[in-house]
């Protein structure tokens, strides 16, 4: 079974979309732990390491999530994380900011799969079919 953290990254409590992505994740038959919201990126990656799991799956509604993510490069370099695919979605700015910026700079953090203010179930297809891919 594949294993899922999810949460929704820093002081960020919009709990919605986190609690809609639990259900969808459970209900395709995925291991989920779910940190819930105010996480911090370092008890994301405690959690990957504790559970070993396959995916982080990291939700951002109130956009801070550019800060709170600078690190993750050095985090999976640390923590031997190269197996692990890392999933970010939500609103990923605060303000204004134009998609084609956005994936990039969350790809160079160390994201896998980037979706900014993509419908949720959409963004969750799209995972489902890459994590598919990935298995085979
Ligand atoms: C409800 C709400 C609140 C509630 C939250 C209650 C709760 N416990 O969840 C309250 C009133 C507390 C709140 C507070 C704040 N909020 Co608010 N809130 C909203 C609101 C109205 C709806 C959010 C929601 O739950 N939607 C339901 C979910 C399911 O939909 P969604 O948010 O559109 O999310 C979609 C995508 O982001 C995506 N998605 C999310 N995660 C992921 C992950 C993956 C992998 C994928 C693929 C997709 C995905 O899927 C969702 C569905 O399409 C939005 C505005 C709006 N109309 O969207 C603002 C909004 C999110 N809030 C905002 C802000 C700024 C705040 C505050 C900072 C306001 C303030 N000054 O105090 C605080 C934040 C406090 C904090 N520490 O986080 C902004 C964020 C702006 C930004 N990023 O630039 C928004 C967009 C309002 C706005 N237009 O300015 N908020």
Known sequence: ????????VGNDIHVVANRLIDISLKSHGFDVFNLG???YLEEFIDAVVETDADVLLISSLNGEAEGWCRDLLSLKQQYDLDNVVFIIG???SVGEAKTEDIIPKYKSYGFDLVF?????IDGLNEIYDYLKDKKR
């Open 116 to 120: 900014h203010q993509v419908d949720l």
């Open 37 to 39: 919201v105010n996480t």
């Open 1 to 8: 079974m594949i294993k899922v953290v999810t949460g929704v």
């Open 90 to 92: 939500g609103n990923l």
